[in-house]
């Protein structure tokens, strides 16, 4: 195919991603992780790769700075760990004169909690009311999990 090598992967991930938002594929027997629960779809989703100080202050994208600000721009996001809906990080949002939108107070906490370094892959899933969830992918590109995983795995 042409469309191979040019910096897309296979092509595969927006097709997926454009599926998943689609309710008639979403279902209760699937093991689809675009799903917070049954009743709540993702609304948007965008990938951060982590660069600099991982705790300063992190820009997200401009078309979700656009997406939310249809809701009026919110001054803080709740972001917890995917599949993990106990712990919630409420972290202020500021904008700058451009009405760019950026992570800034408690995302420092949220970021020393999980460990986070210059290179990681952050996806964050946005679910409507300010609620979003986060996987982190480390620097070989593999998923973390940080609560309600086996032990003895993260020992091997």
């Not at 779809?41 to 100080?53: I, M, N, T």
């Not at 300063?56 to 939310?68: E, G, M, N, Y």
């Not at 593999?142 to 993260?154: K, M, Q, S």
């Amino acid at each position: 195919m042409s469309g191979r090598g040019r910096g897309r992967g296979r092509g595969r991930g927006r097709v997926r991603g454009r599926a998943a938002r689609s309710p008639s594929l979403a279902t209760p027997s699937s093991s689809s992780s675009y799903m917070q629960d049954e009743e709540e779809p993702v609304l948007f989703e965008f990938v951060v790769v982590l660069k600099g100080d991982p705790q300063a202050i992190q820009r997200l994208p401009d078309t979700f700075a656009d997406f939310v600000a249809g809701d009026g721009r919110p001054n803080s996001l709740h972001l917890r760990e995917a599949t993990y809906g106990c712990c919630r990080w409420i972290v202020d949002v500021i904008y700058d004169a451009r009405c760019k939108m950026y992570l800034h107070i408690g995302w420092e906490k949220f970021a020393r909690y999980h460990c986070l370094e210059a290179g990681f892959v952050l996806m964050f899933s946005y679910f409507g009311k300010r609620d979003m969830s986060v996987k982190v992918f480390d620097e070989t590109r593999c998923r973390r999990h940080y609560h309600g995983d086996n032990a003895e795995e993260d020992d091997n």
